[in-house]
């Protein structure tokens, strides 16, 4: 079992970037796929992007694109989501999530088993 933790989150101006951290407690969090994802109220959660275990592998979704660099450091048993060129747009509750796969190479947009409490993004016009 892996517990996961959001940092990184808050108010930043149109244009501006944030950088996202996921902490893992656990001695085996390489044994895990991440993903990203983020929710505004009223709307499904959504998928952001993802990465695999040894970090070789990684997809986003088409609106960040460009702008989000996702990462991680296993020595850390972290994994970071780098936001650039922000947008209003990507205001939202941002959870990151996690679930051990066999395969190295291998990543997912979801279904997860494990899911952090999510941290706050805000971005002003």
């Known amino acids: 079992q892996v517990q996961l933790v959001e940092s990184g989150g808050g108010l930043v101006q149109a244009g501006g970037s944030l950088r996202l951290s996921c902490a893992a407690s656990?001695?085996?969090?390489?044994?895990?796929?991440v993903g990203w994802f983020r929710q505004v109220p009223g709307k499904e959660r959504e998928f952001v992007a993802t990465i695999s275990r040894n970090g070789g592998v990684f997809y986003y979704v088409d609106s960040v694109k460009g702008r989000f660099t996702i990462s991680r450091d296993n020595a850390k048993n972290t994994v970071y989501l780098q936001m650039d060129s922000l947008k209003p747009e990507d205001t939202a509750v941002y959870y990151c999530?996690?679930?051990?796969?066999?395969?190295?190479?291998?990543?997912?947009?979801?279904?997860?088993?494990?899911w952090g409490q999510g941290t706050q993004v805000t971005v002003s016009s």
């Open positions: 656990g001695r085996t969090f390489s044994s895990y796929t």
């Open positions: 999530a996690a679930k051990p796969v066999l395969s190295y190479s291998a990543t997912s947009r979801g279904p997860y088993d494990y």
